[in-house]
């Protein structure tokens, strides 16, 4: 069996293969700033009480601080909802990206069963949760009853073999992206494994879940190791709930040949990636794009907003300057990386080195906000999407790359890897 066949069969107690469609319960919720007061809505349409208000978990990120009277207006109703809901668990304005601070305070477990109303809630899968998202009627559905419907998905298992220091854990995903392509794995499982999955940490694992939605997979799987859960005790989990959680540890058997399909990369010659305009999988190697001319750099998100990200953009920055016709936005996924960066040192290095910093949230990333693009400029983002008009404006060209090539690019004023 998958990952995720077995995941859900723990669920409900029974085997379940691809294909059944099963009702399952929802172990833990979180809506954002953007999608809570439409998955109200359609809640309130169905009853007045929410299932679990300790089981829903509800982040403001998308728009903080509040740029338009519309924005505002929604956080308004959406802190309403927390309020008359006694919602226990809400992270206001300023605590950062909903799938980071999720993970952070500890809310996210192996095995657990997890909705989102957001499209990255697969970034979760990293610690070997099905977490997926959904719409706000279906949102709305799950605060009321705390259930929902999931088809049992096909699994495509992706191995990742090999060694190369240069590569990072968003080049490899980048190289999936293109191997699979944008709608290569809709409705399905991908399953991350191999030696170099193996080796990363969860940081960099939750790179590799979170791009899962930008080949169509309903979730990104990693099986639960020794790194989650030395992960999970450092963000506070207890050594008996650790336990508890080792005792119900899910295996695969990646040779059980039951996948859809299965994909192998060898990194090992691998050069680095970078996802060129309008689509996530239009991905080349950095050889083929090198020299292209940058206007904006932005380093942050839920993708690769995170200290390793930080603390590897602080190492190519010490002492230079961007350069003069760039931008650069940085922005901590968190409060925690914030904190985490300011005592490292690494936010007086951005500063001196010329870049704006931001409040912790979702920033650039979608466009409905800070650093949006004029006419014909190009932006080189660490972010998951590069669609057109993905940063506020339809007339700019955006490109995926990693936080290394991100800093070492906004330093040129051109995508490079040197
Ligand atoms: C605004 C929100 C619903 C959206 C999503 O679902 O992913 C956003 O986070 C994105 O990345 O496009
Ligand atoms: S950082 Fe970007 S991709 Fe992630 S949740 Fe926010 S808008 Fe979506």
Redesign the pocket.
């Known amino acids: 069996m998958t990952l995720a066949e077995k995941i859900l069969s723990k669920k409900l107690g029974r085997e379940v293969c691809e294909g059944e469609t099963v009702e399952v319960d929802i172990d833990l919720v979180m809506t954002h700033d953007g999608t809570t007061p439409l998955s109200a809505k359609a809640f309130k349409e169905m009853t007045d009480k929410v299932w679990d208000n300790e089981k829903i978990v509800i982040i403001f ?2 728009n903080v601080p509040a740029n338009t009277a519309k924005a505002a207006n929604m956080q308004k109703i959406a802190r309403e909802f927390v309020k008359e809901q006694g919602i226990k668990y809400f992270y206001p304005e300023g605590e950062g ?3 980071q601070v999720l993970v952070e305070k500890g809310h996210v477990k192996p095995n657990m069963i997890i909705a989102g109303g ?1 499209s ?1 809630t697969c970034t979760h899968g990293a610690f070997g949760a099905f977490a997926t998202g959904f719409g706000a009627t279906d949102m709305g559905f799950i605060y009321a009853t705390g259930k929902t419907w999931i088809k049992v998905p096909k699994t495509i298992r992706v191995n990742v073999v090999g060694e190369n220091e240069r590569i990072t854990p968003k080049d490899v995903i980048l190289r999936i992206c293109k191997e699979v392509g944008r709608r290569g794995a809709t409705y399905m499982a991908l399953e991350y494994g191999g030696e170099v999955v193996r080796r990363m940490d969860m940081e960099g694992r939750m790179v590799l879940s979170n791009m899962a939605i930008e080949m169509g997979g309903k979730v990104g799987l990693i099986e639960a190791d020794e790194k989650t859960y030395e992960y999970l005790r450092k963000v506070g989990v207890s050594g008996e709930e650790i336990l508890n959680l080792k005792k119900n540890a899910i295996r695969v058997n990646e040779n059980e040949e039951n996948y859809h399909k299965f994909i192998e990369i060898d990194i090992t010659d691998m050069e680095e990636q970078i996802a060129c305009p309008h689509h996530p999988d239009n991905v080349k190697d950095v050889s083929e794009v090198v020299g292209t001319p940058i206007d904006q750099v932005f380093i942050g ?3 690769n907003g995170r200290l390793s990200d930080l603390r590897e953009v602080a190492r190519v920055l010490k002492g230079k300057k961007v350069h003069k016709d760039v931008k650069l936005i940085i922005i901590p996924a968190s409060k925690k990386v914030f904190l985490d960066a300011l005592k490292e040192g690494l936010i007086e290095i951005f500063i001196e080195a010329g870049a704006m910093i931001c409040t912790p949230g ?1 920033g650039p ?2 466009g409905a906000h800070q650093g949006v693009l004029a006419d014909g400029e190009v932006c080189l983002s660490t ?3 590069n669609f057109k008009g993905r940063m506020g404006n339809k007339n700019a060209e955006i490109y995926l790359s990693s936080p290394t090539i991100a800093a070492k690019s906004a330093v040129k004023g051109y995508i490079t890897n040197e």
Request: negative net charge; charged residues 20%; glycine residues 0%.
């Open positions: 990120d998308h990206i909903c799938h957001d990255h998100s839920c993708t979702c990333c979608l972010t998951n999407r």
